[in-house]
């Protein structure tokens, strides 16, 4: 049987300082409109619900913090300003602070970005004639990397965790 | 006016089309464009991981504006143009944020400026250019074009930041594209997602909503879509064929960027303006266009 985690609901809450979660009173206005709900189940009132209740740990290890599409339909349209939005990224980064599983994707990202500045690298475009271009032959200018200074205070920041 | 451009990753790295018609088209209309010192990453891929390492990717790129002595900065992504909006209003509520972020932005020589106004292709052109201006401006004028448009999510949601239009109605990406002679329609799926967030992770999920809104499109019979963020167009365009399997219909709807489409009623070449890189039939909608 799931218990509460009040420790894990209070680094969630934490994170969250201008959030109302314990304001919300289940109008499922985020819910109904949520991008996610048809293809891939995400519920966010079931989010705050669980959050509010304690149910931290659980949420932070399962895959339906990760279905968010980012639309931030229920933080426009939440009137109590709980912000399911908000409440699944702080919950995404709990489970990136716990070395849990975080989509590949994602750290692929942030470390691409310590050895570049850029989360994706150049790509050759190829197009419907089957002609192959690049940032060189379209005569664009060249991308200029952040200078050295960047990597050493942005590794400092990753390794913080978010403290 | 003169103003900072922050590109942000994927438009740099695969949208050339967003850049080539950006740079091509604002200096038309008396918008000179100044590139940043470096090129980085806005910080968007890394809240999903740290929030704070987020914000001070998008706190840098403020700063790096602040360099250039310059106090306006054009972000064409709507991802980008959220993430660097929501990490300034959180420097603004937030002054234990504001020093600890000052603090490191100082180890790299930078400094941050509260007072960089941040625009996107959208509002620029609407609030700043003016449709007047565009209209006078437009050499050949579109006549008998209908299209749809897609503002995306991010520029508009949510209300509490600035945002660039109505979070519920947006008109301003509409009437830019009226002030070219093309009619827009509204359609009910006009503020549904394109589903970009969800590659990381959700590929099928992400390809059946971008091919959800197309097929929606197709059925109500228009010469294209309009979009203005390189996320929306790498679903609606690059991947629309990856689409087609996701929602099992054949997919054929030509997709633009405004840019790209303000750029031809300026009489700019097709090419620069990066024509030949949308993966979409884009030719039957020229061909009808310029006829």
Known sequence: MAKPNLESRGKILAKLSEIELVNCFQCLKCTSGCTSLKLLELKPHEIIKLVNLGFVDELASSDIIWTCATCLKCVQRCPQKASPYHVIIALRNLTAEREAKVPEEYLKAVSQILETGLAETTQKVVTKKMETFDRESLKLPKINPPKESFQSTFLKILEEKGE | ?291
Not at chain 2, 168 to 186: C, F, Q, S, W, Y
């Open chain 2, 1 to 291: 006016m003169r103003t900072g451009v922050f590109w942000g990753c994927r438009i740099l790295t695969s949208q050339y089309a967003y850049e080539l018609s950006v740079r091509q088209v604002f200096p038309k209309l008396g918008v000179r464009l100044v590139d940043l010192r470096e090129a980085t990453c806005c910080g968007d891929p890394v809240k999903s991981v740290n929030i704070f390492a987020a914000d001070y990717l998008a706190v840098r790129a403020l700063a790096l504006v602040n360099l250039t002595g310059l106090t306006d900065l054009l972000v064409p992504c709507n991802r980008c143009h959220f993430t660097i909006s929501e990490a300034k209003n959180r420097m603004e509520m937030n002054g234990k944020l504001r020093l600890k972020m000052s603090k490191l932005l100082n180890e790299e020589g930078l400094e941050y400026s509260p007072n960089i106004k941040i625009w996107h292709v959208i509002d620029l052109l609407h609030d700043v250019v003016g449709l007047e201006k565009i209209k006078e401006t437009v050499k050949k004028p579109f006549k008998g074009l209908k299209l749809a448009s897609h503002v995306g999510c991010q520029i508009i949601r949510y209300s509490d930041l600035e945002r660039v239009d109505d979070a519920e109605n947006p008109r301003k990406l509409d009437e830019l594209i009226g002030a070219l002679g093309a009619e827009t329609v509204d359609y009910a799926e006009k503020l549904d997602c394109c589903g970009a967030a969800l590659m990381y992770g959700n590929s099928d999920s992400a390809l059946s909503l971008a091919g959800s809104k197309i097929k929606a499109l197709q059925n109500l019979v228009v010469d294209g879509l309009v979009v203005s963020c390189p996320a929306c167009q790498s679903m609606f365009d690059s991947k629309q064929k990856d689409a087609e399997t996701a929602v099992g219909a054949k997919l054929n709807l030509p997709v633009v960027y405004y840019t790209q489409l303000l750029g031809l009623a300026l009489d700019i070449k097709e090419e620069k303006l990066g024509l030949h890189l949308n993966q979409s039939p884009v030719n039957n909608f020229l061909t009808k266009t310029l006829a």
